[in-house]
């Protein structure tokens, strides 16, 4: 049910609706303290069936209301086993509750989520390429609309890229530049899109020097993930959660 729902969505151009019944997202979604402590003992204590009978998963949501039980739950589903190792999971623990206090969101955005806990378990960031530089360009002439292109530098299978993109915005134009790099290393990102894209400033006070989140979720014509950055400016946290994502991305098509 749920894949039939996801591939309805993608051919209508729709992107799937999160709490919707069933088969969403959020429909088995549980989130921190003694609520995660319960699932633990038994998930059928807060599930009203098994999200496998609809072709569904349980998301267990990290926050910056974290305990080890959170903790060690989200690692189970992602294929890692942290009961024992009481000093990982205070570490992971402790660096989910600093980033949060700087801006990220993690119960939003599972993917960033997962490749915080590889880098804390396996020693290393999961990385695919290696970015040089990169810079956007806005340009606006009377009576016509602005113009955006980017341009990125990176390294990729042994290989240094130099891409151009343009867009009709700056995160437009960088989304381009940064896909059609890696694309010529890893030709199954010509299957990921961006289909949802969220802004929130964390700092009013400071007006347009406030803190910004960016959330994006990608997909891949399949399933969907969803990534965060936060920056001093809107485009640094947009870049934060494009790399993500397609990190993400080709981490679970190469894992699998």
Known sequence: ATRIAHAVADVTNFPPAS?????????????????????????????????????????????????????????????????????????????????????????????????????????????????????????????????????????????RYVVTGEGNGPVNALDAALREAIIQAYPEVSKFELIDYKVRILDQGHGTDAITRVLIETADGETSWVTVGVGANVIEASWGALVDGLTFGLRRRHRD
């Open 19 to 159: 709490r919707q019944p069933y088969v969403g997202t959020s429909a088995f979604a549980h989130k921190a303290g003694l609520h995660a402590s319960a699932i633990k003992v038994d998930p059928n204590l807060y599930q009203h069936m098994d999200p496998a009978g609809v072709g569904n998963d349980m998301r267990l949501l990290v926050s910056d209301m974290a305990g080890r039980a959170s903790i060690e739950l989200k690692g189970r589903e992602l294929g890692y086993d942290l009961g024992g190792d009481k000093e990982l999971v205070t570490r992971i623990t402790d660096r989910v509750k600093a980033l949060e206090s700087r801006g990220f969101t993690f119960e939003a955005a599972d993917a960033s989520f997962e490749l915080l806990l590889t880098e804390e378990v396996e020693g290393a960031r999961p990385s695919y390429f290696d970015v040089e530089s990169w810079r956007v360009i806005t340009e606006t002439r009377p009576g016509e609309e602005a113009v955006s292109e980017a341009t990125v530098k990176l390294r990729a299978a042994g290989v």
